[in-house]
């Protein structure tokens, strides 16, 4: 399946009051109502206002060691949250984010497909390993899941989520009031999945949506992140270091997929894109200044930059080197590999310190992700260089600010995108499968 007309998707990564490690103390945000549903089901309307494909909410079942953390992204659990936003929204997707190392596969096909219905075939899934220790320690585990593991665990769960979501057939429901029959015989079957990491009877007992089976989301850019994204992804959330790189990723998965007799324009790769944009690149600018004028030293940095790096940093200070002979070689690492690559090689290469290594990771945008800053038509000129260059077929947008990040977004950005016909002009359909141009779009029983 070739689209006819390919078009640029639009990916709003949901945070509280911004992705900038300094959001939250800027006075434009809005910390005070962060734990507000109405605060958030407005971001979405924006969100929608623009014609964005998706909502997407990033998600750790676990705080990290600094404090600051707890309310600086979306303190709510993605799937309770989405459920309200989506009786608040008509049209845009939602996206929860469900860790695959940490959850029932039987729960989660249950849950999804229950959002899926509430939205009438809006929902997807991002579907994550996780990472860190931290992660284990509140499911059971003192130590997180080697990394093949997990993702032998995520193969099979992503299988048994397909089985579960097809365990209705589409006409399954006949509502014969005269033959007193509700479902056609053989309409719903089991699954009997017994595999190593789980046994399934099913069926499932929620019936699909008009959208058939929702899409599925995934993010890593490791060879087994790469091997599990192609064989089974719609949508991929990629970093976003340099073209280049980027590219090279765009590239594996649509290659990998070809290999394994998908067709390539079926999935979806969505950089994460930081976009500080306003009327001109002056103002764009001043943004910036202000929101890192904000940036302090913060007291736990260490601690946060130990997770990521495996290691323990409590008895270091920030001017002193990293302890190169400590990190684990990445194929031994066990949290965020691409993360954590990216992090030894700053390290190795530049000579940091511990202070100046962590502050990276509190810089204009999350590590790994671009920061782009300027007017709304130098923003969509560099979006459209990557869509037109095979570095992109969307952008996963990570606003800095909120609630003036999206809407500054929408303001200025969407309108020259729209005029040169690289985003759609309205919504031509009403699922998420539909937004993304995916071709499975099965009837529901019920409709």
Same mark, same amino acid.
């Given at each position: ?8 998707? !639009? ?45 997407? $909410?990033?998600?750790?079942?676990? +705080? ?29 997707? !939602? ?21 899926? +219905? ?69 309409? $719903? ?48 959330? #990629? ?39 306003? #009327? ?46 400590? !990190? ?43 920061? !782009? ?43 020259? +995108? ?19 141009d995916l071709s499975l779009d099965t009837p529901s029983p019920l409709h």
């Amino acid at each position: 399946m070739t689209p006819s007309r390919r078009t640029m998707s !639009l990916n709003f990564n949901l945070s509280g009051v911004g992705h900038h490690a300094s959001a939250w103390r800027h006075p434009d945000s809005r910390t005070d109502q962060a734990l507000d549903v109405e605060y958030y089901v407005r971001l979405c309307q924006t969100a929608e206002r623009g014609g964005f494909d998706s909502i997407f $909410i990033a998600d750790t079942p676990a +705080l990290r060691g600094d404090p600051n953390d707890a309310l600086a992204n979306t303190p709510f659990e993605p799937l309770t949250l989405l459920s309200a936003i989506a009786t608040r929204t008509t049209h845009i997707g !939602l996206i929860p984010t469900v860790s695959t190392s940490y959850s029932d596969p039987y729960t989660v096909a249950r849950q999804v497909a229950s959002l899926d +219905l509430i939205s009438k075939g809006r929902a997807g899934v991002n579907l994550v390993t996780s990472a860190g220790d931290h992660v284990a320690r509140n499911h059971g585990r003192e130590r997180h899941i080697p990394h093949a593991d997990r993702y032998a665990r995520a193969r099979e769960f992503v299988q048994v989520l397909e089985r579960l979501w097809g365990s209705w057939a589409p006409d399954a429901v006949l509502a014969d009031r005269e033959a007193g029959t509700m479902i056609r015989p053989g309409g $719903i079957t089991p699954i009997d999945h017994v595999g190593e990491h789980f046994s399934v009877a099913g069926p499932l007992t929620v019936p699909p949506s008009p959208q058939g089976r929702p899409p599925i989301v995934q993010a890593g850019a490791s060879p087994a992140g790469i091997e599990l994204a192609a064989a089974h992804a719609d949508a991929v959330y #990629a970093r976003s270091m340099s073209i280049d790189e980027t590219r090279g990723v765009y590239r594996s998965i649509k290659t990998r997929a070809a290999e394994l007799g998908r067709d390539p324009h079926s999935i979806r790769v969505l950089p994460g894109v930081v976009p500080y944009v306003a #009327a001109t690149e002056a103002e764009a600018r001043r943004l910036v200044r202000e929101i890192e004028s904000r940036l302090v030293t913060n007291p736990n940095a260490l601690t946060a930059l130990g997770v990521m790096l495996g290691i323990d940093l409590s008895g270091y200070s920030p001017d002193d080197a990293v302890p190169v002979h400590l !990190l684990p070689a990445p194929e031994d690492f066990n949290g965020s590999v691409t993360g954590f690559v990216e992090l030894r090689t700053m390290a190795v290469d530049e000579g940091l310190t511990l202070g100046r290594l962590a502050g990276r990771l509190g810089g204009l945008a999350p590590l790994g992700m671009w920061a !782009l800053i300027g007017s709304g038509e130098q923003v969509a000129d560099q979006l459209q260089y990557w869509f037109e260059n095979e570095a992109a077929d969307g952008f996963n947008l990570m606003m800095p600010i909120a609630p003036g990040g999206i809407e500054s977004f929408v303001e200025h950005v969407v309108p020259i +995108l729209r005029e040169r016909g690289l985003v759609r002009a309205g919504y031509e359909g009403t699922t998420l499968r539909s937004h993304f141009d995916l071709s499975l779009d099965t009837p529901s029983p019920l409709h």
